[in-house]
């Protein structure tokens, strides 16, 4: 009886799937199992109806192929290598397609159901730009430009409305575009040009900027009668349109290059001539230099010209309204170099009439003059005579040990009473001078009976 059979649920069959026939109940009681008594079998064969769990059926089910068409021979598969040749086949064609899209759309924008940073990129710089030539269909270009996410879609179409527009209408299209018309100026300014910036700052009527770039270049250049020029024009500019600080400006190098460049002929025919200071002391074009440069060389080799010459350094502080910082630091530079030292002496002091006969009246201090002292091979008197004089103590102190004035920083250090310094000098001194020579230094310090501070 096929019901009293049982199937292990652990075989599987063979073939497709199918949905099994319901199961019949089992039967409510069951025939009691007898026990017999063993045979000299121990393993008797399996009838028909008993079947081990772990053995499949002794016939495996076929599989049903009625389903099947086809058998699997008749599929013909295709290689890995054919599959890809074909994809890659396909990727061109669409390539080739979208750029005939973008070139045959009008205003070279994207068709329809593209998106996104790289399409919008690629419709911002069509194939050929020459077929824009309306002024409308320019703008619309460069509206396309700015919108992309692409610098170097910019910077194309830019350059092309440059080279195919006037600066006039080209600067009054670009002034609308904040964006491109600053990638404009920058790629100007990086480029160096000069010209093509004034040209673009005078279009787009930023007169002060012009000016600017006019007297800063001017001051760049080495060229005598390219700087004339570039000062004259900013010269004409300020006065059109009332700049008067900048004009003040072109004023003054036109007027300083005027004095240079008389100054340059009277002083190289004294030097033709074997002048004695220019024979011991060799000069220098000065035609271009700053007012600085202008001023210490009128000080050393035009000292005590009259305030009516142009060489006179006096006269020069009147013209130009040179600060009394920068005429001292001129002249000291002068004086020292020539080794004028009583010229040196007197800028530093000056007689004053009263009781008191010398009164201090350098505007920089007298750290300068230490220092070109130095320098220059002067006098040690007069190197510590105006180290004496620099103020505060501390600074004084920095000032004699940084030029070798040892008494004279130990006359400070005692002056200060501060343990810290005092330790200082100790180690510097010895690091410096040795033990033997720095012995009698360290003995006048340990000599003075003092209540140092712990600082």
């Not at 009293?4 to 089992?26: K, M, Q």
Request: some cysteine; overall charge positive; aromatic content about 6%.
């Amino acid at each position: 009886d096929p019901a009293n059979i049982y199937t292990s649920p652990f075989t599987t069959a063979v073939g497709p799937p199918t949905i099994p026939p319901p199961r019949p109940a089992l039967p409510a009681t069951r025939a009691p199992v007898t026990s017999s008594a063993p045979t000299t079998t121990p393993n008797p064969a399996p009838t028909s109806t008993q079947r081990p769990l772990s053995l499949p059926p002794s016939k495996p089910i076929a599989p049903n192929t009625s389903s099947l068409t086809t058998s699997s021979s008749s599929i013909n598969v295709p290689s890995t290598d054919a599959l890809l040749s074909e994809v890659a086949a396909l990727k061109r064609e669409r390539d080739e397609l979208r750029v005939q899209l973008l070139s045959s759309s009008p205003r070279g924008h994207a068709p329809e159901g593209s998106s996104g940073p790289a399409s919008r990129r690629a419709a911002a710089v069509p194939a050929d730009l020459s077929r824009y030539r309306s002024m409308q269909e320019k703008e619309g270009l460069m509206k396309d430009a700015v919108s992309s996410s692409s610098s170097r879609a910019l910077m194309t179409v830019i350059i092309y409305c440059q080279n195919t527009l006037t600066s006039q209408l080209f600067y009054k299209m670009i002034a609308r575009y904040p964006l491109a018309l600053a990638a404009h100026l920058s790629f100007l300014h990086k480029k160096g040009d000069v010209e093509q910036t004034l040209v673009a700052l005078r279009c787009l009527g930023r007169t002060s900027e012009e000016v600017a770039l006019l007297v800063t270049t001017a001051g760049k250049t080495k060229d005598l009668n390219e700087k004339r020029r570039l000062l004259d024009s900013a010269n004409t500019l300020c006065t059109s349109h009332g700049l008067e600080f900048y004009g003040e400006q072109c004023r003054h190098h036109l007027s300083l290059l005027h004095r240079q460049w008389q100054i340059e002929q009277y002083d190289a025919k004294m030097a033709a001539q074997g002048d004695p200071i220019y024979l011991k002391h060799p000069r220098g074009n000065i035609i271009g230099v700053p007012l600085g440069v202008t001023l210490e060389y009128c000080s050393f080799y035009h000292p005590t010209a009259p305030k009516d010459k142009l060489s006179s350094p006096a006269g020069m502080v009147e013209a130009y309204g040179v600060s009394d910082k920068l005429f001292f630091m001129s002249n000291l530079g002068a004086r020292a170099r020539i080794g004028d030292w009583n010229a040196v002496k007197d800028l530093g002091f000056s007689k004053k009439k009263g009781l008191i006969s010398k009164t201090v009246v350098s505007p920089i201090g007298f750290e300068p003059f230490v220092s070109h002292i130095a320098h220059y091979g002067g006098p040690a008197d007069l190197q510590v005579q105006f180290a004496q004089m620099v103020e505060p103590e501390e600074q004084r102190y920095r000032c004699a040990l940084d030029h070798g004035l040892y008494d004279l920083a130990l006359d400070t250090v005692v002056a200060m009473k501060e343990r810290s310094k005092a330790n200082e000098f100790r180690s510097v001194v010895f690091a410096r001078l040795g033990a033997e020579a720095s012995l009698p230094l360290i003995t006048r310090l340990d000599s003075y009976k003092i209540k140092w501070r712990n600082t």
